[in-house]
């Protein structure tokens, strides 16, 4: 077979075995998690957010006030490994950089904070406010026919100061 001919199959059968944006769209929704920036400072500041994991860079966003930036993802179930991190900035004197979601055997890395025995979604939502950043548990204390869930926000951190 020639070698034109091959590139073009080649190139058949990894189109073919891409799955559709929609399929994709599909299966993050269903299989994957979802995360939540969500802007509540005051007096309408905008935020700036940097998010990032090793494979994937999301790029800066501002997020205006009362908004948020949301990203979807599915976790590597096999190695457990999923990261993904944050770098924010309310103003000129104020920022955060920290884990907005990591895989729940990674739990001890992140303050014995289980992201995932803490919602009883695949939804993590994280408040940015004036005094820190929360982080807003929903917890099911119903059962799987009548889901009820119980929201708690906790305060996760401070932000820090520039120099």
């Not at 190695?79 to 979601?101: H, N, P």
Request: charged share 25%; net charge positive; glycine share 4%.
């Amino acid at each position: 077979m020639d070698i034109k001919y091959t590139i073009i199959l080649s190139l058949l059968l990894a189109n073919a075995l891409t799955p559709s944006s929609a399929a994709w769209d599909l299966w993050t929704e269903k299989m994957g998690w979802k995360v939540n920036i969500v802007n509540q400072l005051s007096h309408n500041k905008r935020l700036f957010v940097h998010c990032k994991s090793k494979d994937d860079d999301l790029g800066p966003q501002h997020v205006q006030s009362k908004d948020r930036f949301v990203f979807r993802f599915v976790e590597n179930f096999y190695w457990a490994t999923t990261l993904f991190w944050c770098s924010m900035s309310k103003d000129r004197k104020s920022y955060a950089s920290f884990d907005v979601f990591w895989s729940a055997d990674n739990h001890e890395k992140n303050k014995n904070f289980n992201l995932q025995g803490l919602t009883g979604t695949r939804e993590i939502i994280w408040l940015v406010r004036d005094d820190g950043i929360y982080f807003r548990a929903q917890r099911n204390y119903g059962n799987s026919y009548v889901p009820r869930y119980l929201t708690e926000e906790i305060f996760y951190r401070k932000w820090d100061k520039k120099k």
